[in-house]
T-cell receptor
Framework: GQQLNQSPQSMFIQEGEDVSMNCTSSSIFNTWLWYKQDPGEGPVLLIALYKAGELTSNGRLTAQFGITRKDSFLNISASIPSDVGIYFC???????????FGKGTKLTVNP | SAVISQKPSRDICQRGTSLTIQCQVDSQVTMMFWYRQQPGQSLTLIATANQGSEATYESGFVIDKFPISRPNLTFSTLTVSNMSPEDSSIYLCSLSRTEETQYFGPGTRLLVL
């Protein structure tokens, strides 16, 4: 089935650094979602984006819905060790379409 | 959001046996979903389980292998039947109150020997 192109696949950063990851698609989505999955847990919804160009923040996290509706990015500022985990993007086209997921970005933060 | 619980949280099973996973939500919801997440992979939708109707399965998943029940608006079960080692995965239920946004349970970690 269709998947979103999520990059990078993994990141190794130092505590305090900023992080940026993105998702792209060849087709248009009406909703973009960003989830974080901690080891041994289910994905937790971080940010939901519903409109092209929308920029939304949740604490140190900021996500944007691309103008073309074919991409989205997530930024994490001033990373801390508890930011470690796998971040998934997901897109929704509308109607009876299912949620489409990226392959995830695995983030490691070195203290 | 909602509080979603799954039982069991993890299990180790012998091949050829079946396991039923329960998903309980703290409030009524129409749309519930079951996903599989194979080791190191992303999430794959198994089926949509709406109350009052038969579950709708995605390509590659069949009712005989993954029977689903949805007896009311707060509960659903997924059975993994006649298990093989390839069924070792995390199984996740999710719910949706609006079409666009889904919330996930904590998952059931299944290892089949």
């Amino acid at each position: 089935g269709q998947q979103l192109n999520q990059s990078p696949q993994s990141m190794f950063i130092q505590e305090g650094e900023d992080v940026s990851m993105n998702c792209t698609s060849s087709s248009i989505f009406n909703t973009w979602l960003w989830y974080k999955q901690d080891p041994g847990e289910g994905p937790v919804l971080l940010i939901a984006l519903y409109k092209a160009g929308e920029l939304t923040s949740n604490g140190r996290l900021t996500a944007q819905f691309g103008i073309t509706r074919k991409d989205s990015f997530l930024n994490i500022s001033a990373s801390i060790p508890s930011d470690v985990g796998i971040y998934f993007c997901a897109g929704y086209k509308g109607g009876s379409e299912k949620l489409v997921f990226g392959k995830g970005t695995k983030l490691t933060v070195n203290p | 959001s909602a509080v979603i619980s799954q039982k069991p949280s993890r299990d180790i099973c012998q091949r050829g046996t079946s396991l039923t996973i329960q998903c309980q939500v703290d409030s009524q919801v129409t749309m519930m979903f079951w996903y599989r997440q194979q080791p190191g992979q992303s999430l794959t939708l198994i089926a949509t389980a709406n109350q009052g109707s038969e579950a709708t399965y995605e390509s590659g998943f069949v009712i005989d292998k993954f029977p689903i029940s949805r007896p009311n608006l707060t509960f659903s079960t997924l059975t993994v039947s006649n298990m093989s080692p390839e069924d070792s995965s995390i199984y996740l239920c999710s719910l949706s109150r609006t079409e666009e946004t889904q919330y996930f349970g904590p998952g059931t970690r299944l290892l089949v020997l």
